[in-house]
């Protein structure tokens, strides 16, 4: 009797033992490299060691990026005999715990991209049935982070098919950052807390500004259309969860401008900050925005606060994100295609997050000014804040309390 009910004990352990993803692996978004966007499926091990040379040659590492991942096509069209996944032998002859010790040579990390459906979205073998297995690969081939797609899933419940592979993951044992990308299709920020440490809320990112292109059944969305899409989802964000709103397009051709914007939004919204532009011909425009560690600074504060819009006038979007320490982020965006002077005057406006419960009375609390692109300091809150802002470019400054 009692051997029975410490084997039902035992055997509840390991159910919830389980039934739980890795903690503690993402308390602050996670900063890397993704392939998709530039190279689709054209991908191989001498430009990823290449990527990895850049992460340390170009001040990457250095900035805090952490995770190079292969998205579609690093593997064959076909699983092994024994049904285990394999990598494009073409594409990848060293295979990819040669890849993965490569890349942790340089003291980065390693991630890859597969699908819960039967195929991924550009039909390589998907995890359909083979979760376990898939999983006790990746862990073999010491992986660090897994991208997990949402193509080829009839009839599939994504909360359970999440949950599947969460727990395959944890049962393989080794600490694995699970990516889940099902485009916001099922409100993952509903659910996805417990199963996932990032969730895709959107279809794909484009490259541009703000249009949408349509590919059938389904459309792209540049930066503004994405930052619009999803209304009340900030509070799901936080250490070990977050709202991911997909690879940037830094470098991959919008203007100077506006890259900075879009690297200076995924940071307020606290998204995760995957690079997807080929950093071996990347402009000096474009490493320097990438690698601006006080921009980064905000995306990685330790509260974890996704910003929000504050305020839309005159064509000047102002927008907030609550910081450690009583400190606040704050980045004006010039939507329009004139530059813009910019009179702000502080104590007219008290800011607040109802939200996390933090106001601010602006006439009684000073704070000094910092602006996070130009490195400058800029006086304090009891002076108009005055500064021309190009078209659809930012000023971001750090708010820090005065003593
Ligand atoms: C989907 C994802 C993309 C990318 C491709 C790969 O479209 O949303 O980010 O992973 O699949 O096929």
Redesign the pocket.
Known sequence: MIKNTLLALLFLISITSNAQKFEGLAETPPLGWNS?NTFGTDINEKLVMEIADKFEELGFKDAGYEYIVL??GWMAKERDANGNLVADPVKFPSGMKALADYIHSKGLKFGL?NCAGYT???GYPGSRGYEYQDARSYASWDVDYL?Y?W?NTPKLNAEGAYMTMRDALKTAGRPIVFSI?E?GDNKPWEWAEDVGHLW?VT??IINCWDCEVGHGSWSSSGVWKIINMRKNIRKAAGPGHWNDL??MEVGNGMTDAEDRTHFAMWSMLASPLIMGNDLRTASKETIKTLTNKEVIAVNQDKLGIQGFRFSNENNIEIWIKPLDNDAWALTFVNMSDKPIQLDYDWEKHNIGDDLNGKYVDMKKTKFTIRDLFNHKDLGDTSKHLKSVIESHDVLMVKLDKKN
């Open positions: 998709w998205d579609d991209y991924t979205c550009a991208k797609d193509c990308c485009w895709r279809g794909d997909d690879m």
